[in-house]
């Protein structure tokens, strides 16, 4: 394969090192996706207490290539290292870094030095992009990802980018890295870029604004949501940033990892032709959770947030559960919402099934056991769990937001008469829409045959990297050129 380009992809999470949500996924996929079109991606990531502790087990396999003294209150080194195929360079940096805790949070809530921390991040990114890492690799495209590398396009342009094109992707906009005006010095970026149509944001400052107008070019992670993201009720105070850029903002959807994601691979394996296996999972997992459920079995794989329409699931689902549906959740988060699930499956036992907690094996276990998936959010960039019920014929029902819109075929009476229905939209998202959208899933459910032809319909959906990897070579080549 000729070689087109080198690409700095800049995150703050990357399966399989470190993953809070979707963001991991995406950043860890693509540069599997992109090297069979010619682009070689290397990640840099925070090397995290847990990462340190990774490169102390087996130094040998890191070379440093990079060395900062004075990077926000101590010294700071890139080390190269391979994980599952990756080239990651991890800054290790642990006055930064090194802490006990998550990625963006400690004991006591988030770390009052993300400004710092994050701005360290993006500062060595864009020097390494600029200047080429110490092993003489030198990239063509800086890609960023969301708030936690926003400056870095920032820093691009304002030291001169040296010929390197750089794309920010968003992958959620509530997010958006804020600072205080009075850290603009400490953060190295320029005081006369201080003013509406640059660095100033709401009187303070975005690292994810800063970004937006320093950048080449600004994907997201939908179509939908690229066109969402310019209106207010979606963009979140940066949608006339957005607005203003629209001629280099395009959507691409994310992919999944189909090697990962594929219910042939399950221990109760089963596929588009044969299909007898996925009741055979649906057994285990009604067993597993004491579940009897007569109806369809939805299933919810979920962080538990406001984002994500959490707080519909108890108002729609008695009138679900009285008509012989059943439900297993398996997520966490905010804690209001961890004690509405608690409720619910104290509320109703044999039919609805819970788990608190992060639980990678689970989650195989629920979307090769479920009949439905459920995904009510508010917003929703892209969304993977969809794609993963799609793959396991466990019918989505979704909000129409977002990726979600661009990824599920409504089974309305155009589409099933064309045979092209993959699952239930609803819209707005509310409770009322929601509770409609569970009704057509369990008339659906009724029709045995119309059941088994949207499952294969949605089993033979594209969800692979393959056209969105293409999207951003495409887009890479159009900087280089
Ligand atoms: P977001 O990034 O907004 O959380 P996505 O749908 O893009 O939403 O990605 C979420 C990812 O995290 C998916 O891979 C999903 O399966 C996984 N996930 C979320 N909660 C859990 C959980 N409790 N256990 C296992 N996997 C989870
Ligand atoms: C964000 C979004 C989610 C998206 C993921 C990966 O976490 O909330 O919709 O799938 O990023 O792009």
Same mark, same amino acid.
């Given at each position: 394969m000729k070689l087109r380009g080198r690409v700095l992809s %800049?995150?703050?999470?990357?399966?399989? @090192?470190?993953?809070? /949500?979707?963001?991991?996924? +995406? %950043?860890?996929?693509?540069?599997?996706? @992109?090297?069979?079109? /010619?682009?070689?991606?290397? +990640?840099?990531?925070?090397?995290?207490?847990a990462l340190r502790a990774r490169v102390a087990e087996a130094p040998a396999n890191w070379t440093e290539v990079w060395r900062e003294e004075g990077l926000w209150g101590g010294p700071g080194r890139v080390l190269l290292g391979r994980v599952d195929g990756l080239e990651v360079m991890l800054l290790d940096a642990p006055h930064l870094y090194?802490?006990?805790?998550?990625?963006?949070?400690?004991?006591?809530g988030d770390w009052s030095d993300n400004p710092q921390r994050f701005a360290a991040l993006s500062w060595v990114a864009a020097r390494i992009a600029r200047e080429g890492a110490g092993d003489g690799w030198k990239p063509d495209v800086m890609h960023v990802h969301d708030w936690q590398a926003g400056f870095a396009p920032a820093y691009l342009a304002y030291g001169g980018s040296n010929g390197v094109g750089s794309v920010l992707t968003i992958h959620n906009i509530a997010f958006q890295g804020w600072a205080a005006a009075s850290l603009l010095g400490e953060l190295r970026l320029p005081a006369d870029q201080y003013y509406p149509g640059a660095l100033e944001y709401f009187g303070g400052l975005s690292s994810l604004k800063a970004g937006l107008v320093t950048c080449d070019r600004i994907t997201?992670?939908?179509?939908?949501?690229?066109?969402?993201?310019?209106?207010?009720?979606?963009?979140?105070?940066?949608?006339?940033?957005?607005?203003?850029?629209?001629?280099?903002?395009?959507?691409?959807?994310?992919?999944?990892d189909t090697t990962v994601w594929t219910p042939e691979g399950e221990p109760l394996a089963y596929s588009a032709k044969a299909m007898a296996g996925k009741a055979a999972n649906r057994a285990e997992l009604c067993a597993a959770f004491g579940l009897e459920v007569p109806g369809p079995l939805a299933i919810i794989v979920s962080r538990l947030t406001?984002?994500?329409?959490?707080?519909?699931?108890?108002?729609?689902?008695?009138?679900?559960?009285?008509?012989g549906g059943g439900l297993v959740v398996l997520g966490s988060g905010d804690p209001v919402l961890e004690g509405a699930m608690r409720d619910l499956a104290a509320r109703y036992p044999g039919r609805v099934g819970l788990r608190i907690g992060y639980d990678e094996a689970l989650s195989h276990r629920l979307f090769a056991g479920g009949d439905a998936v459920l995904v009510p959010s508010r917003f929703e960039p892209c969304g993977l769990t969809q794609m993963y019920g799609l793959r396991y014929g466990t019918l989505p029902v979704v909000a129409a937001v977002g990726g979600l819109a661009d990824t599920v075929i409504h089974a309305n009476p155009a589409a099933i008469s064309a045979g092209v229905a993959t699952g239930i939209t609803f819209h707005p998202t509310d409770a009322t829409a929601f509770a409609t959208a569970l009704r057509q899933i369990l008339a659906l459910h009724a029709q045995p045959k119309l059941w088994a032809q949207v499952q294969r319909n949605a089993m033979q959906q594209d969800v692979s990297w393959a056209s969105s990897a293409a999207a951003y070579a495409a887009l890479y080549q159009g900087l280089v050129a």
């Open positions: %800049v995150a703050s999470e990357c399966v399989p @090192l470190v993953k809070t /949500g979707g963001l991991a996924d +995406v %950043v860890g996929a693509l540069p599997g996706a @992109l090297a069979p079109l /010619g682009w070689e991606m290397r +990640v840099l990531m925070p090397a995290y207490r090194g802490r006990v805790g998550g990625p963006y949070s400690g004991p006591s997201t992670v939908s179509p939908t949501y690229a066109a969402e993201l310019m209106r207010p009720e979606f963009g979140m105070g940066l949608q006339g940033v957005i607005a203003a850029r629209s001629s280099v903002v395009a959507g691409i959807l994310n992919g999944v406001d984002q994500k329409g959490i707080d519909l699931v108890p108002q729609v689902m008695p009138d679900f559960i009285e008509a």
